[in-house]
């Protein structure tokens, strides 16, 4: 989960507030979830249950009714029921989101796959964002394995000033480098 406070808007991506099935949380959230008010988007980068929880979204909803949330292809289908009265926006590899704003926010490929239960593998588009406003570039790549994408967005945004780059579950490397990378990369 990150907070980021940009062209003064201010955006969560991937909230995770509580626990969520099958992982421990070793740290309790950083603040009390009621603090967490006037948020103008929230981001869910992909559908996979540590990225995209129903409580917290629901909650963010609840504190937030006019907070848009943007996220990949089909995962309205999965939203439309936690964020009712909400804007959601879906985009594809590659494009912007329609904000008239002073932000500019854009989803992009990570090497990864999204699944929320059995049957229904690739079924929502995963991804990765960048936002960019006057002030800033921030990248925010997801749950994503190495390859050229990284090459791919650091030539369409050369100007990137802060990279948010997950490491994480990604031993057996010669099982798990394809959707995770490791320190080393």
Known sequence: ???????????????????????????????????????????????????????????????NPNAKFLTGLNMSTLLKDWVKTSEIQEAGWYQEYNLDDSLQIYFLPSRHWSNRRIGDENAYLWGAFVLKSG????????????????REIGELFPNIDVALIGVGAYAPRWFMSPNHQDPEH
């Open 135 to 150: 002030e800033r570039t921030i990248y925010f790549g997801g749950d994503s394995g190495y390859g050229s994408h990284f």
């Open 1 to 63: 989960s990150f907070f980021i406070r940009v062209g003064g808007r201010k955006v969560l991506i991937d909230p995770i507030m509580g626990s969520v099935p099958l992982k421990k949380r070793y740290t309790e959230f950083p603040i009390a979830t009621d603090k967490l008010v006037d948020i103008d988007y929230v981001l869910v980068s992909h559908a996979h249950y540590d990225h995209c929880d129903k409580a917290s979204l629901v909650t963010l909803h609840r504190q």
